[in-house]
């Protein structure tokens, strides 16, 4: 089991910027894992944002929504234990509950699981993130 804890949420106004933070800790065994940044607005399907594998020496790829490549990106701090997800350039429809969550993972890149989040095991409780126009 990973325990998940997200900060850095809040308001900005449209064209600003504001960092995430998923502190993990635990793990699943032998296997590593993928960190993955979701985010769900009210109505709407939760969509995947960002991922990227905890063990970079064995999967440096990173995955990114088309919706946010160029604005957002996503990176780790090892020593932490801690996903970063920046955030450029907000806009309005990017208001949203933003979750970090976690799924074990072998040889696979993580970048192909990006948009399946039920295969997820772990979440966060989220973060609050809302842009004004």
């Known amino acids: 089991q990973v325990r998940l804890l997200e900060s850095g949420g809040g308001s900005v106004q449209s064209g600003g910027s504001l960092r995430l933070s998923c502190a993990h800790s635990?793990?699943?065994?032998?296997?590593?894992?993928?960190v993955a940044w979701f985010r769900q607005a009210p109505g709407k399907k939760r969509e995947g944002v960002g991922i990227?594998?905890?063990?970079?020496?064995?999967?440096?790829?990173?995955g990114l929504a088309d919706s946010v490549k160029g604005r957002f990106s996503i990176s780790q701090d090892n020593a932490k234990n801690i996903v970063y997800l920046q955030m450029n350039s907000l806009k309005p429809e990017d208001t949203a509950m933003y979750y970090c969550?976690?799924?074990?993972?072998?040889?696979?890149?993580?970048?192909?699981?990006?948009?399946?989040?039920?295969?997820?095991?772990?979440w966060g409780q989220g973060t609050q993130v809302t842009v004004s126009s």
């Open positions: 969550a976690t799924v074990p993972i072998a040889d696979d890149p993580c970048s192909g699981l990006l948009h399946l989040d039920f295969l997820f095991n772990d």
């Open positions: 635990g793990g699943y065994g032998y296997s590593g894992y993928c």
């Open positions: 990227i594998n905890k063990d970079t020496d064995k999967d440096s790829t990173i």
